[in-house]
């Protein structure tokens, strides 16, 4: 959301209905969609998803995204990051390239190169940094696993997630580049954050506006990506 932007006003709920059908966590989720600004406002500005605002959030306050930097988006569909991404670094002009990576299928983006393929696979490594014709510098996670309803597996699976995306992501990034993941609070991420603060300058966590105010996410960043070299 750009500087100054504002939310619209919310003067009217909307109810969802009982159906004999739909569970009550259906009926809750639907409500809470139907009631999300920002899910209108993905609608009217044309982004796949309301995610697109906490990258775009994030961006605006740590100026991750310029013309020209090659990105990678992990776990993509249904693309609400990658869109936006495109948008900062000129994709679609070919000034900066976008590489959109997800098990899932994802309809055609404008400036955004598609592959539908496991980024845990060895040879994942090497084809996305021959097709960005150069290593990242920026590798993007916003993934989740289907959640089980415990809230520790479901806690494991995701941290479990961002850790193979920080794996993948020390393999890819070029000197200097930084990494953006999907976590939840919980206390289990002191091995992925010790990993980290080896690899990278400086590592925070970020929890954008758009994030949910009842939702346990929170986004880690790393940024100055070592290359491989030891810390000072």
Not at 188 to 206: G, N, P, Q, W, Y
């Amino acid at each position: 959301m750009a500087s100054g932007d504002k939310l619209p006003p919310r003067s009217l709920s909307v109810r969802v209905r009982k159906r004999a059908k739909k569970s009550t966590s259906s009926r809750q989720w639907l409500t809470r969609q139907l009631n999300d600004p920002y899910v209108a406002m993905a609608k009217r500005e044309g982004y796949r998803s309301r995610a697109a605002y906490k990258l775009k959030e994030i961006d605006e306050r740590h100026h991750l995204l310029r013309r020209g930097l090659r990105v990678v988006d992990l776990g993509a569909a249904p693309g609400g990051w990658s869109q936006y991404a495109a948008e900062r670094v000129a994709a679609k002009t070919g000034e900066g390239r976008v590489v959109a990576i997800d098990l899932l299928e994802l309809e055609a983006i404008e400036g955004v190169i598609f592959a539908q393929l496991d980024f845990l696979a060895p040879e994942a490594p090497d084809w996305l940094i021959a097709t960005l014709g150069g290593k990242a510098d920026l590798v993007l996670s916003d993934m989740a696993a289907n959640t089980t309803g415990h809230r520790k597996t479901d806690h494991l699976r995701i941290m479990g997630l961002a850790e193979a995306a920080a794996e993948f992501a020390t393999e890819v990034l070029a000197p200097g580049g930084a990494f953006l993941a999907k976590v939840l609070q919980g206390g289990t991420e002191s091995t992925l954050l010790a990993s980290l603060k080896r690899d990278f300058a400086r590592v925070k966590h970020v929890k954008p506006a758009a994030s949910r105010v009842d939702s346990a996410e929170l986004y880690l960043l790393a940024t100055g990506f070592r290359g491989g070299a030891s810390p000072a």
